[in-house]
């Protein structure tokens, strides 16, 4: 089987899966219905790039003034891709209206995983049925197919796959600097796309020199200290010239997520509710973050390639000095399984917790998220559980298709729930229309240029999510708002001062008449003075009320 037949094969098994999970229609660029609906990630994804694309060029590139107003804040703070939305900022002058490019994100993140996965094993000579099958499992495994349709940019796990590819090259004089600059574009394209896939990819960027120096001999031992240095310093950059570093502000602790959102020692069994096959086993609840099931078909994999690992230890000795080369990867990748897991190990519901500074905890909880951590090891066990399967010489090309075969069946029916339970295919395609009274809101909105909320910066107010309802209609009115989800920040001191300044003008009875005030009915009371005044009119739509200074 030629190689271009199995990148077509292979784009095709895609645009099934896809579309049958999706609906390819999520990739045309004014089907926004979809994504809005969700009321979740995928509409804060959307609205951080579409305040984005209303507003004039600005530095930090990645600058959004008018949510989270009057903070503002950037596009990577509302994961919606910096990499895309600055890029199509570029041409929004011919935008349609309502232009989404989640849609395209993900699908490429399909392709691109599934072209790494084929690079990799054409590495190890894997060709013919065997390379597509290996492809197929690598490409469609349960942890990327988890995220999928819940959060786009971190679908772009084909970025650990690449890391992967590029320190499994074999490097000489000729091609080192040119496989490691090429690792520090991957570097650069992760924080344009995910943090948490930037922290990953760093450790690529620190032991792909120190392999091609002391295993490949093909680097100097200046350019071993001048590669990583050079990875950082262009991180550094590319973070500040989009708005991820911020020199004004000091980092917040996170440290309070760290070890909610952690990884179980279950995680690489454990379907939760996403297997045909196998129960899922109860876990605390934020660990659904550290999310490793392997799938059956690739379970059974793992033990197989185990097995005859083990019965060929026990006849013949080992060079281990052969190996090295890998050694090194795993215990890179499993020293952030071990950040993962965090100081407080969950078996089942079951935890032991060792007590850490708290310096250390502060730092350490900038990943809060940490159960994502375990994606590298878990890639690298897919991986090498394909290659050495492949590679076993006792068993024919064709016993191994047959094997391939059956585990492949085997595992696309055990993530069934993954492959093909989605409600975004239910949903109709085309533009979004809120559940809010939108004729009324929009009467008043447009005489304002901006919506505080009180609480101010909520990200629920009276149902939850309800930021993206408010956002939504904020948008369509060009007014800015203080209502909003932002994955990141680290302006405390600066949001306390913007709330004693709106208590005290509430306190004074100063309303600014720009302003529309938004709040509920258990929140009213605040407002109870002003409303008195007969200049402030109190208006009630679908459970909120709106207060402002009368119109002239």
């Not at 999706?22 to 994504?35: A, C, D, K, R, S």
């Not at 650990?160 to 040119?178: D, E, G, M, Q």
């Not at 990875?231 to 989009?242: A, E, P, Y």
Request: proline fraction near 3%; charge should be positive.
């Amino acid at each position: 089987m030629k190689n271009k037949l199995i990148y077509i094969l292979m784009l095709i098994i895609i645009c099934l899966f896809y579309h049958i999970k999706f609906g390819l229609e999520t990739i045309i660029p004014t089907n926004i219905n979809w994504i809005m609906s969700s009321r979740g990630d995928l509409a804060q994804h959307y609205l951080g790039w579409a305040f984005y694309s209303k507003e004039s060029w600005d530095f930090p590139l990645g600058r959004i003034e008018s949510i989270y107003y009057p903070l503002g804040t950037t596009v990577s703070n509302t994961d919606s891709t910096p990499l895309f939305a600055i890029f199509f900022k570029l041409f929004n002058f011919f935008l349609p209206q309502n232009f989404q490019y989640i849609g395209l994100s993900m699908f490429l993140s399909y392709l691109l995983l599934s072209y790494y996965s084929i690079r990799i094993f054409k590495l190890y000579k894997i060709t013919g049925i065997l390379l597509l099958l290996s492809a197929i499992l690598l490409t469609f495994n349960p942890v990327f197919l988890f995220r999928g349709g819940g959060h786009d940019s971190l679908c772009a796990q084909w970025l650990l796959v690449a890391s992967i590819y590029y320190y499994l090259i074999k490097t000489n004089k000729n091609n080192v600097i040119r496989i490691n600059i090429y690792q520090i574009i991957i570097l650069n394209l992760s924080i344009m796309i995910h943090p948490y896939l930037t922290f990953m990819v760093l450790l690529f960027n620190l032991i792909l020199p120190i392999k091609n120096y002391f295993f490949d001999k093909t680097l100097t031992i200046k350019q071993l200290i001048v590669l990583p240095i050079a990875s950082i310093f262009s991180l550094s950059v590319t973070c500040f010239l989009i708005g991820i570093i911020d020199l004004k502000h000091k980092t917040s602790s996170s440290a309070w997520g760290y070890g909610h959102f952690s990884l179980n020692l279950n995680a690489l069994y454990n379907p939760l509710q996403y297997s045909s096959i196998l129960k899922g086993i109860n876990i605390n609840e934020g660990q659904y973050e550290g999310y490793l099931y392997l799938g059956l078909g690739m379970i059974s994999l793992v033990l197989i390639s185990i097995g005859i690992g083990i019965a060929y230890l026990c006849k013949s000795k080992i060079i281990f000095s052969k190996y090295y080369v890998y050694i090194l990867l795993f215990i890179a990748s499993f020293a952030y399984v071990l950040l993962a897991i965090t100081n407080i190990i969950v078996f089942n519901q079951k935890f032991f917790q060792v007590n850490l500074p708290l310096k250390i905890l502060d730092s350490l909880g900038t990943f809060r998220a940490s159960g994502r951590l375990g994606w590298i090891f878990y890639y690298v066990i897919i991986i090498f559980s394909l290659i050495y399967f492949n590679k076993i010489e006792k068993i024919t090309k064709k016993g191994k298709a047959v094997v391939l075969s059956f585990l492949v069946i085997l595992q696309l029916y055990d993530i069934k729930p993954l492959l093909f339970e989605s409600n975004i295919k239910e949903i109709p395609m085309g533009d979004y229309h809120t559940y809010l009274t939108e004729n009324k809101w929009n009467k008043i909105l447009f005489n304002f240029k901006v919506i505080q909320t009180y609480p101010i910066f909520t990200q629920s107010l009276l149902k939850e999510n309800d930021f993206s309802e408010l956002s939504y209609l904020a948008l369509k009115n060009n007014v800015k708002i203080s209502s909003f989800y932002v994955a990141r920040d680290a302006r405390g001191r600066d949001k306390r001062k913007v709330i004693e300044e709106f208590n005290k003008n509430i306190e004074e009875k100063t309303l600014n008449y720009e302003y529309v005030y938004i709040t509920t009915k258990e929140n009213l009371s605040f407002f109870s003075d002003i409303i008195k005044d007969e200049n402030i009119s109190c208006e009630e739509i679908d459970n909120y009320y709106l207060i402002y200074k009368k119109i002239k």
